[in-house]
């Protein structure tokens, strides 16, 4: 993990980038609760998508926590370090079980088009030991779109 780096969440990214406000953010955070505690876990990404967020902002938001040391849970706040999981690919909370999308860039994974499955993007990612980590305070971070496969930008 990256030394003094910011620690974030998918959510917090979503406020510094203007994707979402405080309100929004929480409204958001209650029904993933609500999801975890019906048997449904789901990340904030997957909900971004699913309330019609294109698939290029949630990517970029994950490209985003590139420049951060950890990224935090959406619903309990437990940092795992940065690169532990794949880039854009979900793994479970190892506090609360919520599902939580991995940061950073590089692989791009499968990438939901019209008609598609917009979770496509947060396949899971393959079961490990989830090291986790206490959060520190964070500061701001940089959006960076990902590119295509081919080297374009979205």
């Known amino acids: 993990m990256a030394a003094g780096g910011p620690v974030a969440s998918l959510g917090e990214l979503?406020?510094?980038a203007g994707l979402l406000d405080a309100a929004g953010t929480e409204r958001l955070v209650?029904?993933?609760r609500e999801r975890l505690r019906a048997g449904r876990p789901m990340s904030l990404g997957a909900l971004l998508l699913e309330r019609g967020i294109p698939t290029d902002r949630v990517l970029a938001l994950a490209a985003a926590g590139a420049a951060?040391?950890?990224?935090?849970?959406d619903v309990c706040a437990t940092a795992y370090p940065l690169g532990a999981f794949p880039p854009a690919r979900e793994f479970p909370c190892t506090r609360c079980g919520a599902k939580v999308l991995a940061?950073?860039?590089g692989s791009r994974p499968g990438i939901a088009r019209s008609g598609e499955d917009a979770r496509a993007i947060v396949a899971p990612a393959s079961p490990a030991s989830i090291p986790a980590v206490h959060s520190m305070p964070g500061g701001?971070?940089?959006l960076a779109i990902p590119a295509t496969p081919d080297g374009a930008a979205n």
């Open 140 to 142: 701001g971070v940089a």
């Open 30 to 32: 209650l029904e993933l």
């Open 103 to 105: 940061f950073g860039q």
């Open 14 to 16: 979503a406020q510094r």
């Open 68 to 73: 951060c040391s950890a990224m935090r849970c």
